[in-house]
């Protein structure tokens, strides 16, 4: 499936998620999303991109380590069905937008966390998802300065 649909897949569902266990659930999915986008743009993208794509990967997989791995049928994670990344501007802008999303949940359920043990590993995965953010904001700069590199005459 198209990483953009996927992307957006995810954000429908974090939005639709009500109870802390789906919220959770879906920013694991998020950032699994992520580590699949960074892998594939690190191994078959840009060449520009791909020392920063790696580094999404990395840290997107830390947002995922620092979560309680939801128990999901194999058919249900979107990272293992990402086939297709045909636009990556495209795909890094939505993935972007997602990635803010989940900071923003992660702040709801820490802000009402009852235990110590959420609050702490919501904080760490917002760091998480705030570094990923980052690291898409400079794929896309990147990608940017690449199209305004005229070409000699």
């Known amino acids: 499936m198209d990483a953009v ?14 109870e802390v266990s789906e919220i959770l659930t ?19 993208g840009p060449p520009e991109l791909r020392g920063e794509a790696l580094g999404l990967t990395e840290l997107a997989g830390r947002g995922c380590g ?40 992660l702040v709801g359920i820490a802000s009402g ?7 702490w590993q919501c ?9 990923s953010r980052d690291r898409v904001r400079e794929m896309l700069r990147k990608l940017a300065d690449q199209d305004q590199v005229l070409p000699e005459r």
């Open 5 to 18: 649909r996927l992307i957006l897949t995810s954000g429908r569902a974090l939005a639709g998620s009500s």
């Open 26 to 44: 879906e920013v694991w999915q998020a950032q699994a999303l992520a580590q699949a986008i960074g892998s594939r743009l690190a191994v078959s």
């Open 66 to 105: 620092v979560l309680d791995t939801p128990e999901l049928d194999p058919g249900d994670l979107r990272a293992a069905q990402l086939t297709e990344l045909d636009d990556a501007r495209q795909t890094l802008l939505s993935l972007g937008g997602l990635l803010g999303e989940v900071g923003i949940a």
């Open 113 to 119: 966390a009852d235990d110590e043990g959420t609050y």
């Open 123 to 131: 904080m760490e995965a917002i760091d998480a998802a705030d570094e």
